[in-house]
């Protein structure tokens, strides 16, 4: 059984920028949520996918955005980078009506300066 | 709203001594319950869940928790700490999605 992979492992962009982040789900799982984790603090929701639709989003401004494919892998897009966006983000998958335990990969780790 | 609060920010506790990480949470549901570890640079790891069965749930590495719905609680235990078990914890609330984070408890093992 293949776990959540995430890629890259880390970034460096500068302010104003855009950046694609990469999840591959676990084997069989068909959900893909994303998390902001600031450092110091615990991860926020920022949205959900399931069957390529958005299924849920966090308190994030529409410069988040994110798709989902066939294979239920998925990005997380985000424009217009700021400082603020500097984080770990976390992709973690999961499987529609079996108590949405959600397995998490390793993270992306973003710096905006 | 759903909403956690971890009661401490930092834990220390010398090996082979008992640990205590304490979460109380808010929801307006029948949660589900979970424990999440995080080693430095590392991405989150499952330590148990809680879904209105047992309310005593057992985990991995030794780790068990016990859900009190009178206090809304859900505290983490382990009988005997170990070196490996240094980390950030975080208690999650499920009601039924997203997941609800606390802000994390760290935890030291001194030797």
């Known amino acids: 059984e293949t776990g959540v992979t995430q890629s890259p492992t880390h970034l460096i962009k500068t302010r104003g920028q855009q950046v694609t982040l990469r999840c591959s789900s676990q084997?069989?799982?068909?959900?893909v949520s994303w998390y902001q984790q600031a450092l110091g603090q615990g991860p926020q929701f920022i949205f959900q996918?399931?069957?390529?639709?958005?299924?849920g989003r966090g308190n994030f401004p529409p410069r988040f955005s994110g798709l989902q494919f066939p294979n239920y892998s998925s990005e997380l897009n985000v424009n217009a980078l700021e400082l603020d966006d500097s984080a770990l983000y976390l992709c973690?998958?999961?499987?529609?009506?079996?108590?949405?335990?959600?397995?998490f990969g390793p993270g992306t780790r973003l710096l905006v300066l | 709203a759903q909403s956690v609060t971890q009661l401490d920010s930092h834990v220390s506790v010398s090996e082979g001594t008992p640990v205590l990480l304490r979460c109380n949470y808010s929801?307006?549901?029948?949660?589900?319950l979970f424990w999440y570890v995080q080693h430095p640079n590392k991405g989150l790891q499952l330590l148990l869940k809680?879904?209105?069965?047992?309310?005593l749930v057992k985990g991995i590495n030794g780790f068990e928790a016990e859900f009190k719905k009178s206090e809304t609680s859900f505290h983490l235990t382990k009988p005997s700490a170990h070196m490996s078990d240094a980390a950030e914890y975080f208690c999650?609330?499920?009601?039924?999605?997203?997941?609800?984070f606390g802000k994390g408890t760290r935890l030291s093992v001194i030797a």
């Open positions: 973690a998958s999961s499987l529609v009506g079996k108590g949405e335990t959600q397995y």
């Open positions: 084997s069989g799982h068909n959900t």
């Open positions: 996918y399931y069957r390529e639709e958005e299924n």
């Open positions: 929801s307006s549901y029948s949660p589900s």
């Open positions: 809680y879904t209105s069965a047992a309310t």
């Open positions: 999650v609330v499920s009601d039924p999605t997203p997941l609800v």
